[in-house]
């Protein structure tokens, strides 16, 4: 079955960088992009930013541009999101989830079907 | 662009509640639906034109009218309460958003 097996909870200071990882199994990972959300407590879920293995073409939602970078190792099928410096307002659960573009008359979806179990990092001096 | 949802909403258990969702680039872009409680990932409960995920009971459907796409619950259950997101291309096809979300409880 598909699965999306991501790295255990972060404790990090304000200004340190953060790394997660995002391990793919079930499917080829080639064959869908990697997508990153988050959801600090009590706010709405916030789209990060979506990579593909195969092409390498990747976007950044305009908020996090320049303090986050989306990887791919193909060959370990994992994703990863790296961000720097940390404030506490990047305190949230960050999920991995794999999405597809298709295009279905007379308009295209886009559908991330498959998710992590999600990602704790807490900032905090 | 902006997807803007209603903040809350609730009904009647076995009856049907509809959740929307605007905005400027569901004009051209279906959403996607997501549900979400507390302590869990978000699940996909109906995408497209008429797609829902295996799994996922048919008393849920969508629909899409102009800048708005709808998520229908039909005989809502005490399971369906939770958080309903809408999701879509944003500005940029290079970029997606989530609305606002929706917080459905069931009576």
């Known amino acids: 079955q598909v699965q999306l097996v991501q790295s255990g909870a972060e404790v990090k200071k304000p200004g340190a960088s953060l790394k997660v990882s995002c391990r793919a199994s079930?499917?080829?990972?080639?064959?869908?992009?990697i997508n990153w959300v988050r959801q600090a407590s009590g706010q709405g879920l916030e789209w990060m930013g979506w990579?593909?293995?195969?092409?390498?073409?990747?976007g950044y939602a305009p908020k996090f541009q320049g303090r986050v970078t989306l990887s791919t190792d193909t060959s370990r099928g994992t994703a990863y999101l790296e961000v720097s410096s940390l404030v506490s307002q990047d305190t949230a659960v960050y999920y991995c989830?794999?999405?597809?573009?298709?295009?279905?008359?007379?308009?295209?979806?886009?559908?991330?079907?498959?998710w992590g179990r999600g990602t704790t990092v807490i900032v905090s001096s | 662009s902006d997807l803007t949802q209603g903040p809350a909403v609730s009904v009647a258990s076995g009856q049907t509640v509809r959740i929307t969702c605007r905005g400027d680039s569901l004009r051209n872009y279906y959403a996607s639906w997501f549900q979400l409680k507390p302590g869990q990932a978000p699940k996909l409960v109906f995408y497209g034109k008429n797609n829902r995920p295996s799994g996922i009971p048919d008393r849920f459907s969508g629909s899409s009218s102009g800048d708005t796409a709808s998520l229908t619950i039909r005989g809502a259950q005490a399971v369906d309460e939770a958080d309903y997101y809408c999701h879509s291309r944003d500005n940029s096809d290079n970029h997606f958003v989530f609305g606002t979300g929706t917080t459905v409880t069931v009576l």
């Open positions: 989830a794999r999405g597809r573009k298709r295009f279905q008359e007379p308009f295209f979806y886009y559908a991330m079907d498959a």
């Open positions: 990579m593909n293995p195969s092409s390498g073409n990747r």
């Open positions: 079930g499917y080829t990972f080639t064959n869908y992009d």
